[in-house]
C-alpha cells in the first residue's frame, strides 16, 4: 500500500493503529467480533465496547441475549440488518429494524433481553457501550427506539450518503445528543473513490470502524472489519476516502478521564460500588426497577 501524505489533509488525524478485534460468543451463543476490547477501554474512553455482528447463519444468533441486568453506562445498539426485540424488567418491549438504533441508558440497573425477531437470514449490527460520568451512574433506567426514517440523513455530496445516529456532521444534529461526553456516531456510505471529512474535536478520542468494502483513513488503507484508532496529535478532522463502495462508522467522545471499575455488564468506578451492585442484584432491586421510555 502506498501511504501517500501529500493526499492528506493538514489538519485530519492519523492512524494510530489497526485493530481486527476478537471473535468471541455471549448472550446465548451469539457469534461477534469485540472490537474494542477491555484493554482499550482507557485508550477510548468514554467508550468502554464495541461488538460487531454479522451472521448468515440462524444458529450463530438465534439465542439472542436472554435476561441480563447493566448499570453505570449506556448501550447503543444499531441495526444494519435482521430484527432484535428487547424486553426489560419494567415490563417495557420495543423491536429494532434494519437501519434503526436503541439509546439505552442502564443507570442505577435494569433487567432486559434482547432476542432476534427472525428465523432466518442475516442479522448485522453493532453494540456499542458508553460510560457515564460517576455524578450520573446511577441515573434512573431509560431507553429510546429510534426507527431507521428518525435518524437525520444528509447527502455529503459525491454520493455520499451520512447517517448521523449521535452528535453533529456538517450542521446536522443527530438523533441523540449527550452533553457529558458529546458523542460522535456516524454511519457514512461511500461509493469507491468519494471522500468524507468529519470534524473531531481535538481532546476527543475518536475511531473508525469499516464494514464494507476498504477505505483509508487520513492515508493509511484501512480494510473490511476493521477499527482504526485515530491518533490523539491535536488536529481536528479525519478524512475518509473509498477505495472500493464502503461503509465505516465514525465515533469520538470527550473522555471522562474517571476510574472504570467493571464486573462484566456493570461498570462502576470503584470496587466496593461493583460489590453493592452485586448485592443489590441478589437482592432484587434491578427487577423492581422502573424503566422509562424516552
Ligand atoms: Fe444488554
Redesign the pocket.
Known amino acids: 500500500m502506498k501511504n501517500d501524505v501529500t493526499h492528506t489533509p493538514a489538519a485530519s488525524r492519523a492512524v494510530e493503529r489497526l485493530v481486527t478485534g476478537m471473535a468471541t460468543s455471549d448472550g446465548a451463543g451469539v457469534r461477534l467480533t469485540r472490537v474494542l476490547t477491555h484493554d482499550l477501554q482507557r485508550r477510548l474512553d468514554p467508550f468502554l465496547m464495541l461488538d460487531a455482528f454479522r451472521n448468515e447463519n440462524p444458529d450463530d444468533y438465534i439465542g439472542g ?1 436472554p435476561d ?1 441486568p ?1 448499570r453505570g453506562f449506556e ?1 447503543v445498539t444499531y441495526m444494519i440488518a435482521g430484527r432484535m426485540r428487547h424486553r426489560d424488567s419494567a415490563g417495557n418491549e420495543g423491536l429494532l429494524g434494519p437501519g434503526g438504533a436503541q439509546w439505552m441508558t442502564a443507570g442505577s440497573g435494569l433487567i ?1 433481553s ?1 432476542l432476534p425477531e427472525q428465523e432466518e437470514g442475516l442479522m448485522e449490527g453493532f453494540q456499542l457501550w458508553l460510560n457515564l460520568p460517576a455524578a450520573r451512574k446511577m441515573v434512573a433506567p431509560s431507553y429510546r427506539d429510534i426507527p431507521s426514517q428518525a435518524i437525520p440523513e444528509f447527502d455529503a455530496g459525491g454520493g455520499v450518503r451520512v447517517r448521523v445516529i449521535a452528535g453533529e456532521s456538517h450542521g446536522v444534529g443527530g438523533a441523540v445528543t449527550r452533553p457529558d461526553t458529546e458523542p460522535l456516531l456516524i454511519d457514512v456510505h461511500l461509493p469507491a473513490g468519494a471522500r468524507f471529512t468529519q470534524s473531531l474535536p481535538a481532546g476527543h478520542n475518536a475511531f473508525t470502524y469499516t464494514y464494507r468494502g476498504r477505505v483509508r483513513v487520513s492515508g493509511t488503507e484501512v480494510p473490511d472489519r476493521r477499527m482504526a484508532i485515530l491518533a490523539n496529535d491535536g488536529r481536528e478532522s479525519v478524512a475518509i476516502e473509498a477505495i472500493d463502495d464502503s461503509r465505516v462508522l465514525i465515533v469520538a467522545g470527550r473522555p471522562l478521564n474517571e476510574p472504570i471499575a467493571q464486573y462484566g ?1 456493570f461498570v462502576m468506578n470503584t470496587a466496593e460500588q461493583i460489590r453493592q451492585t452485586l448485592d443489590d442484584y441478589r437482592r432484587g432491586t434491578f427487577e423492581a426497577a422502573t424503566v422509562q421510555s424516552l
Open positions: 441475549f441480563h447493566h448501550t432486559h434482547e455488564p
